[in-house]
């Protein structure tokens, strides 16, 4: 009889699958903007197994940095753009083809590691303190202190080139 955790966790994973596909496909519209929100559905989907794995501190992160503040620059992104409604209807067979060996290379990496992989191992049960901020700041600052700060100034380079971007010429 499966636990109601385990329940919890196929409903998020499935979201997560079936979001993340309409982001990509978007079946029901070929308006980016509804990709934008099928991602942010995805996210959250993301932030409830995040939550199911006791990670209270980063499912928090996941929806306000990812689901608010990011989503909020793609939506900018997206309508500052204005892409035109054929250009988004024509799809390319070089991309087509590119996407879906990179479709197929993931699914064979996802099938090798899941082939692979050993239940009860000592690898999956090796983790931090459960929902620890702490020691997640910890990790965060002392080993990865340098990839930090790089992600900092590019999300700053980021931000200077959309207001550069949305700024409109005053002559």
């Known amino acids: 009889m499966p636990q109601f955790t385990d329940l919890l966790f196929f409903a998020f994973a499935g979201m997560a699958l079936l979001f993340g596909f309409l982001t990509v496909a978007n079946p029901i519209s070929r308006n980016p903007v509804t990709s934008a929100m099928f991602l942010v559905l995805t996210i959250i989907s993301l932030a409830g197994l995040y939550l199911l794995l006791h990670a209270f501190f980063l499912a928090a992160v996941q929806v306000l940095v990812y689901a608010g503040a990011v989503m909020v620059l793609f939506l900018f992104v997206i309508m500052l753009l204005d892409i035109k409604e054929e250009e988004r209807r024509r799809l390319k067979t070089f991309t087509v083809g590119v996407g879906s060996v990179a479709v197929a290379a993931l699914l064979g990496i996802l099938t090798v590691s899941a ?57």
């Open 115 to 171: 082939l692979s992989a050993k239940p009860g191992s000592p690898a999956g049960q090796t983790r931090l303190a459960v929902g620890d901020t702490a020691e997640l700041g910890k990790v965060l600052f002392n080993h990865w202190l340098l990839p930090f700060e790089i992600l900092s100034v590019l999300l700053l380079v980021a931000m200077v080139g959309v207001i550069l971007l949305s700024k409109k010429d005053l002559k």
